[in-house]
């Protein structure tokens, strides 16, 4: 009974596979279904096209940004590996607390004194003043590390003056 029922069903969707295919070329990619695939090669070309002027927008974003970021070193002076790594991001490539006319999140380091600054840094270390960044780069140092830190900090004033002489 089962396998009846089962040949019944194949039957009929066997019947159903022949009205379809009379049905006419759209029902099985003739006329129409060319009309569908013209549409549909247009859209891929569009896609592509798209796709390369955002490619082509993003080399000259790229560019852009290069120049920027070589427009915002020129005032720059050399640093330590150890203050790049840790401390330009926020407060500027000098200490200046800004890169390329921007704002940035630290304050400004330039012109401060080391002993100024060694007693920043070991207060932001123990807690007494309160920022979770700056515990945080600083919570691994010990108070050589910082040390040099602030002493670095404050030649800034001292080696942009002679990379302008």
Do not use: W
Request: hydrophobic letters at 35%; a positive charge.
């Amino acid at each position: 009974m089962k396998h009846g029922i089962v040949g019944i069903l194949t039957l009929g969707i066997f019947a159903l596979m022949g009205i379809t295919f009379m049905g006419g070329p759209a029902y099985h990619g003739g006329e129409h279904g060319k009309v569908i695939a013209d549409l549909g090669d247009n859209a891929v070309a569009n896609q592509t096209q798209a796709i390369q002027e955002k490619d082509d927008r993003q080399k000259e974003m790229d560019k852009l940004s290069a120049l920027r970021e070589k427009a915002g070193n020129v005032g720059a002076f050399k640093v330590s590996q150890a203050y790049k790594s840790k401390c330009s991001s926020c407060h500027g490539v000098n200490g200046s607390g800004e890169q390329n006319g921007k704002k940035l999140m630290g304050t400004k380091l330039f012109g401060q004194s080391a002993d100024k600054l060694f007693k920043d840094l070991m207060d932001f270390k123990s807690g007494r003043r309160e920022n979770m960044i700056m515990r945080g780069l600083l919570m691994s140092l010990d108070e050589d590390d910082l040390r040099k830190f602030a002493d670095e900090i404050g030649e800034f004033p001292a080696r942009k003056s002679a990379q302008n002489n």
